[in-house]
């Protein structure tokens, strides 16, 4: 219906009811966009904008053609955007347009990439805890989880990180909440969506949720009771993809329920520092998951990234993943050809979907077909090679449901066409003898093409035209051509149809006939075709769970086979897993750097009376690199895969806790003193005795002292409350005489060697503690100017034979340094409060009265590392200024 406004008026009546950023509105052949939309659209779209007319008024509008909907709507949606479609009917009086669907980030099924689309969902109830919903519909996958505890923020933050949910329906409780959605924000890319409060309701989210899954997984799962906070999350996504029209609730059959206990902890800070799938900069090359993974396909890509992300802690889970990748490293033939079998897979778990849908195309279900073909191939190698089928691998691959899989692959070998047209209305999906009624129309059908295949011999010689010829198209339908020259030959049965410049077309009764039967049967022939492949999809749908059950299975043996691959050719061996803290790496390496890099291999030891390392070393000589191959080979061993390393026994750790260096951070601009301390402030909270603590720096980023101080109350307690496996790299020297007060405290450090001045990396680490810091050979080695080196030389020097500074030595035996950081009384105190006062002090003192100290303290907290050369000049000279200032006044003074 038209109104009084026309088109426009319609389109933006409809626009105006709709929560969504643009409407596409089909007119005719076209969807279209109209007014503001047209322009923006236009834009975005590179679409060409026209101006349509309405009583008088001029309004923009940019269309695309209706077969082409899908990219388009595609484009906008991938850029956030929420895009509605109205779809066009006729009636009695002209047409109507309506609301099909909205399209958004999270309901988006035409992908091209192999990544998961998460849509997420978060409550939060009265006592502080989180429910989440966490659903992919383009693969069915919808997992659930309930969140509580002092820890609550910090683990919900890391699911989010860890999901990277392309929309988030935040609950109504949370949508005033902006510092919570400033951390969602931060932690994810995705769009935030507001959804109707009504669907977050306990009693509405249980009723949409049993009719979902069923009371009986529900209650399997934990999820019956009403309180349970997962379930207003859950419901409100499959309210939300209801609501949108999108279609696919009946493919969320795959629901899982996780619980934080199953999985290692790992922060969103932890997951970002180890570069678990994307390195500091934001690239995937370079990241973990892109060093290891060797997957053919899209499913296996997905699992991988998945397992990475969500290490495990089940010791006998773990060790069939171990046996399965070892049994794939022995069987290197097998391994080959089974990888070969899954590069021809496709994406099921995905096409399932679309079956589901109803979105599929007859190609999408030959890909089916072909790859349910070769399930029984990979099943037939694993058992002929005797390492495999003596592994666990063998109960994976007899998974799937035999029977489902057998039923659906003979119903696509006898109903599909080996050339199937690329859509279901083209005619030509099916195969002779699948349908009795569909045979008999394309006889009729074929019969009828052949006479007029043979029409233009029979006219040619009974009326002897040599240019003749019949062809049809979309005008004129069919026709006989003749040449221009032969038109005289043309006998009075034939009736002229049109003239071009040299020939003419005629037709004639019989022919007339003949079309009049083929619009017919490719009519009919057409809606039965797309009458039974409406079943074909129907009956692929219904057995859905199996479909994604046997792309699950592809992606497990693709992860296995994958890791094997990598396995043989890094030398990787398969780690002992042992329920204690004990955790002893021989010759360990880091699993990315050893690619790009000759890598010098380091032992790690840790155990009962070896808890908590402290890691000193010069700065640059890969004391960051160790801590790091630490973490990675434990959370290597915790997905399931071999290390690098010559021997490792790992303790199961229950999470890995990671704070990075001021210094790393400053450089992506991220860091201040207060992240810094919220991230410890994390770890002393969230790590156990059975977690792996990485420190790469504490208390860099504020004043010396204060630092020091930070360090070491936080090194104690580590040692004493938490007693995680820690490894602890500092620069602070100092607390390298922790190892001498408390038990479980030991020294390591990365060696370097200096001859004549300059320093060389050996990257090994041994026992005990770093004897110096070598910062000015590496500012030399980083080439800042000699005239600043030197000075500082002789700065360090002078700063050196002052017993003052040599209180910060952890070499020194000096007692100005016991009453500075005097273990017995169990707390640092300010040096400025405590430090006796030498005989060289009140020399300067005498000399250059208090400002002495305040230079001595600037020189030591100067960064000179973050500076850059002129600074320093510069820095130097106000320090001789302040100085000769204070010479002179004091002389005053005497
Ligand atoms: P630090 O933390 O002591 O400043 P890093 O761990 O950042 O030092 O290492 C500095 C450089 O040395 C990096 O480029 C790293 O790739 C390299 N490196 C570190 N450890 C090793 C090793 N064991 N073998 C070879 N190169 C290494």
Redesign the pocket.
Known sequence: MTNANGIVGEYLTLKQNIDADFLMMQVGDFYEFFADDAEEAGDLLDLKISQKSVQGCSYPMAGVPVDDLTPYLKQLVERGYRVAVAEQHETEDGYSREITRTVTPGTLLETNTADARYIASVVRSADNQYGAAFADITTGHFFVTAIEGENADAELFSEFYRFDPVEILPGPELRNDDRFLDEIREQTSGSLSIHEPDSFAPGRATHIMREQFGEELLSSLDLDSATNAEIPAAGAILSYIEQTGVGVRSSMTRLQSYHADDHVELDATTQRNLELTETMHGDAVGSLLDTIDHTVTSQGGRLLKEWLQRPRRSKSMLESRHECVGAFTEAALPREVVRDILNSVFDLERLATKAIYGNATPHDLLRIRDSLDWLPEITETIAAASDLADSPLAEVINRPNDEVVKLLSSELHDALAEEPPRSASEGGVFKQCYHEKLDTLTEQYESATKWIETLDHREKHQHGIKHLQVDRNKTDGYFIQVGKTETSKVPPSYEEIKTLTNSKRYTIEELREREREILRLEEQRGELEEELFTQLCGTIAEHATALQTVGQVFAEVDVLAGLATHVVSNNWICPTLVESDELRIDQGRHPV?EQT????P?SVHMDPDRKLLIVT??????????MRQTALITLLAQIGSFVPATEARIGIVDGIFTRVGALDELAQGRSTFMVEMQELSNILHSATENSLVIL?EVGRGTATYDGISIAWAATEYLHNEVRANTLF?THYHELTILANHLNCVKNVH?AADETNGEVT?L?TVKNGPANRSYGINVAELAGVPVPVTDRAHDVLEKLQADKAIEAKSGESTDTSQQVVFDIGSNQVQTPGETLPETAKDEKLEARFGSEAKDVLEAILDAPIDQMAPIEVLKEVQNWKIQLKNSNSQSQNND
Not at 597 to 600: A, R, S
């Open positions: 750097v890099t000759e890598f010098v380091n070393g010069p700065n640059m000589s890969g004391k960051s690199t160790y790469d790299a990365v990396f990257r």
